[in-house]
């Protein structure tokens, strides 16, 4: 099962890639329009989740298989998923009808300043809370790792 962080790496890439696509459209060959559009806050926020969830999928799988779940892990779990909660709260303010631009027959979507500060700092938590359940958690053991027992027996006492 440990092949299984290979499937991580690829969720990560593909949100990466996804992510890009949102910031950057014009790289896959769609004309530049001026703002932000709908589509663009939809694709970055994809592949920001995305990013963070193939990242667990990684840890987990390479460094905590079979090792249960620590009280900080689950704290930095726990900020993550909030973080990007708090983006997708700052993405879609003005379509969710909370932003200081309410949507109207006018204006589409005004994506402003504070709502590109609300998704990086939202991205940060998020990185910042998958750094922590890389860091907090026990290490599997080995299998040919020898035990304490197994060291004492070859100690020879005079």
């Known amino acids: ?3 299984f962080g290979q499937v991580g790496i690829a969720i990560s890439a593909l949100g990466v890639v996804l992510a890009l696509m949102g910031l950057f459209p014009q790289l896959t060959g769609f004309p530049p329009t001026p703002g932000i559009g709908l589509v663009q806050v939809l694709m970055l926020l994809v592949g920001q989740s995305l990013l963070m969830q193939g ?3 990684y840890i987990k799988t390479s460094f905590y298989w079979g090792v249960p779940i620590t009280l900080a892990q689950s704290i ?3 900020l993550c998923y909030t973080g990007i ?4 709260l700052a993405g879609l303010a003005d379509i969710l009808g909370f932003g200081s631009h309410p949507r109207s ?10 709502q ?3 998704l990086i700092l939202s991205f940060v938590v998020s990185a910042l809370g998958v750094l922590i359940y890389a860091v907090a958690g026990k290490l599997a053991p080995d299998d040919d790792t020898p ?3 197994e060291t004492l027996d070859h100690i020879e006492t005079p």
């Open 105 to 114: 027959l006018v204006v589409d979507l005004y994506f402003g300043p504070l």
């Open 85 to 88: 909660l708090f983006a997708s």
């Open 76 to 78: 930095g779990l726990r």
């Open 1 to 3: 099962m440990r092949r």
């Open 147 to 149: 035990t304490l027992d």
């Open 116 to 118: 590109a500060l609300g």
């Open 55 to 57: 990242a667990i999928i």
